[in-house]
């Protein structure tokens, strides 16, 4: 069997002249508010209103940004405005001052080995250590000096 496959899905049937059923639609709802502005509002008023209705439907009826319909573009907009947003400040460094910080970094760096529960056992014994240590040279200097005995 063979089956008849549709070509040009993109493309839209022109039904009213050469324009579309959605452009026809656009153009009608435009020169209706036109209208209706015209009706109802003082001249000096309206026709600014008149202006921007009209730019606005023909604008969606035939401007297509990055091949796509008009439409899409202020959906998106009116999408963007209306959700949160979250702004993140992340300070990038000058280009001199992050050479520096390297410089400082490789001078200064010191290998810290991983910490774990005997090597935290052992840092606190030498510590106790050291501080009793520190304890006894400063009992032996008290002795022997008896002017840092008031200290």
């Known amino acids: 069997m063979q089956y008849h496959v549709p070509q040009f899905l993109e493309v839209e049937d022109k039904i009213f002249g050469q324009l579309t059923f959605k452009q026809f639609l656009y153009i ?3 020169a209706g508010l036109a209208y209706l502005a015209y009706t109802y509002l003082p001249i000096y008023i ?3 209103i008149i202006l921007a209705v009209i730019a606005f439907s023909v604008s969606l009826a ?12 202020v959906d998106s907009f009116i999408r963007y405005l209306l959700s949160p947003r979250l702004y993140i400040w992340k300070k990038t460094p000058n280009k001199k001052t992050k050479e520096e910080a390297d410089r400082n970094k490789t001078a200064t760096s010191v290998y810290i080995p991983p910490l774990t529960a005997g090597n935290l056992k052992d840092l606190a014994w030498s510590l106790d250590i050291k501080q009793q240590q520190e304890v006894k040279n400063n009992q032996q200097i008290q002795k022997k000096s008896p002017l840092l005995k008031d200290i």
Do not use: L, Q
């Open 28 to 30: 009608i709802g435009g």
């Open 46 to 48: 309206s026709f600014f």
């Open 62 to 73: 035939f401007v297509k940004i990055n091949n796509k319909p008009f439409i899409v573009v």
